[in-house]
C-alpha cells in the first residue's frame, strides 16, 4: 500500500503508447517517469509530447536504473512475453497490451510469473469498461434479462493491404495470428465478460481478399455454461466497419453496436412484449455515464495497485479471451469443437496459432 503515484514507464512508442500515456496522465495515483524504445529518436519524440523525465534504449537498462513500479507494455506482441516476464521478476507489476503473447503456452508462462513473484499481470481488454457495460454485466448476473439464449458478436474491420504489409503484420511468427486474434478478441472478450464461461467452439478460418499468411476473414459457433450459444464473425475486408454484440434473452435483447468504443448511447435494451413497463424503465442507463477506454481501465487498475487489492473484474482473467481466440484457430486447423478441457490437448495451437487457412479467391472453385 502507497500513498504516493506509482512509477510507471511505457516501452514501445507506437500510436496504442500514447493512448497509456493519455491515460495516465489522467490518473493522479501515477506518474509517467520514463520510456523505453530501441530508436532513440522515437524515445526522445515521444518524451518530448508527454514530459517524461528518463528514457532508456533497452529494457534491461529501465530495470537496472529501478527507475518504474509498473511497466507498460506497448511493444508488438512477438515480444511481450520475454518483456512481461523480465519485469515480472525484477518486481514491477506489469500493463500489457492486447493480444497479451503469441500463443497460450507463452501467456500460461507469463500468468505463471505472475503468480510467482507476487507482481499484477493486467492485460488491457478495455471493452469491458463503461458504466453501461458495468450495469448490463449486473442485470444479466441477477436474471432481469431471463436467461440468455443466443448472441452475435461481429468485428466487422477494413484493412487494405498495406496495413498486412507492415513486416510484423500478418505473420505466424510475429503477429501470432490475423484479426480473429489482433482484432476481435476485443469483442470476444465483452462477450465473455457478459456471458461467462464458454463451453464449446467451432471455428472455420479464411483467406479471401488479402496477401497475408494468416486469415483476413474467420467464422465461429461459441456455446456458453449458461446455455447461451452465439456466432462470431471476424472480418478485416468490411467497408462498412462496426463492432456489435447482440443478445437475446428471454426477456430482452442487449445490444452494443460501435467502432472501437462504446458509451451509452451505443447500447441498447429492448424488452420482450409482456414486460412490464415500469420494471423495463428500471433497467435504462444509469445518469452519470462514462464511455470505455484506457481511462477507466487504468483508474481501477491503479486502485488495486496502489491498495493491494486484486486486480478487479475489468482487469482479471488474462486468458479467458485468449482461450475463445486460440479453441477457434484449433478448431479451424483440427475440424473438431474445442471445449475447456480439451484445448490445452492441441500442442499445436497452444505453442503457436498457426492454422490451416481455407482460400477462396475471386475466380478460384
Not at 435483447?253 to 451505443?266: N, R, S
Request: proline letters at 6%; hydrophobic letters at 45%; a negative charge.
Amino acid at each position: 500500500m502507497t500513498d504516493r503515484p506509482l512509477r510507471a514507464a511505457i516501452i514501445g512508442t507506437g500510436a496504442i503508447a500514447h493512448a497509456h500515456a493519455e491515460a495516465l496522465a489522467a490518473e493522479p495515483g501515477a506518474e509517467l517517469v520514463a520510456v523505453v524504445d530501441r530508436v532513440p529518436a522515437a524515445s526522445a519524440a515521444f518524451a518530448e509530447r508527454w514530459a517524461v523525465p528518463a528514457r532508456f534504449d533497452t529494457l534491461d537498462d529501465l530495470l537496472a536504473a529501478g527507475a518504474a513500479d509498473v511497466l507498460h507494455v506497448c511493444t508488438p506482441p512477438g515480444v511481450h512475453a520475454e518483456q512481461v516476464v523480465a519485469a515480472l521478476e525484477a518486481g514491477l507489476d506489469v500493463v500489457c497490451e492486447k493480444p497479451p503473447a503469441l500463443s497460450l503456452d507463452e501467456l500460461d508462462r507469463m500468468i505463471a510469473a505472475s503468480e510467482r513473484t507476487g507482481r499484477a499481470l493486467a492485460v488491457v481488454f478495455q471493452q469491458r469498461t463503461g458504466t453501461a457495460a458495468a450495469h448490463v454485466r449486473g442485470l444479466l448476473e441477477a436474471g432481469a434479462f431471463g436467461r440468455p439464449l443466443v448472441a452475435t458478436c461481429q468485428t466487422l474491420w477494413f484493412r487494405d493491404q498495406a496495413y498486412f504489409d507492415v513486416p510484423w503484420r500478418g505473420k505466424w511468427a510475429t503477429e501470432g495470428g490475423g484479426p480473429t486474434l489482433g482484432h476481435a478478441i476485443h469483442q470476444l472478450d465483452l462477450l465473455a465478460y457478459l456471458l461467462g464461461d464458454w463451453s464449446s467452439v467451432e471455428g472455420r478460418l479464411w483467406r479471401l481478399a488479402r496477401e497475408t499468411e494468416t486469415e483476413d476473414v474467420s467464422t465461429a459457433v461459441v456455446g456458453f455454461a449458461n446455455g447461451a450459444v452465439a456466432t462470431v464473425t471476424t472480418s478485416a475486408v468490411s467497408p462498412r466497419e462496426v463492432s456489435s454484440i447482440r443478445i437475446d434473452a428471454e426477456r430482452a435483447t442487449i445490444t452494443v453496436d460501435h467502432l472501437y468504443g462504446h458509451a451509452h448511447e451505443h447500447w441498447r435494451i429492448t424488452p420482450a412484449s409482456g414486460v412490464d413497463e415500469a420494471e423495463a424503465a428500471g433497467w435504462a442507463l444509469p445518469d452519470a455515464e462514462e464511455g470505455s477506454g484506457h481511462v477507466p481501465l487504468l483508474r481501477e487498475v491503479y486502485a488495486a495497485l496502489r491498495t493491494g487489492a486484486p486486480l478487479p473484474s475489468v482487469a482479471s482473467d488474462p486468458a479467458r479471451s485468449f482461450e475463445l481466440v486460440t479453441a477457434i484457430y484449433s478448431s479451424a486447423a483440427t475440424g473438431r469443437p474445442v471445449t475447456p478441457d480439451t484445448l490445452r490437448d492441441d500442442a499445436e495451437r497452444t505453442a503457436s496459432l498457426r492454422s490451416r487457412v481455407t482460400e477462396r479467391r475471386p475466380g478460384r472453385a
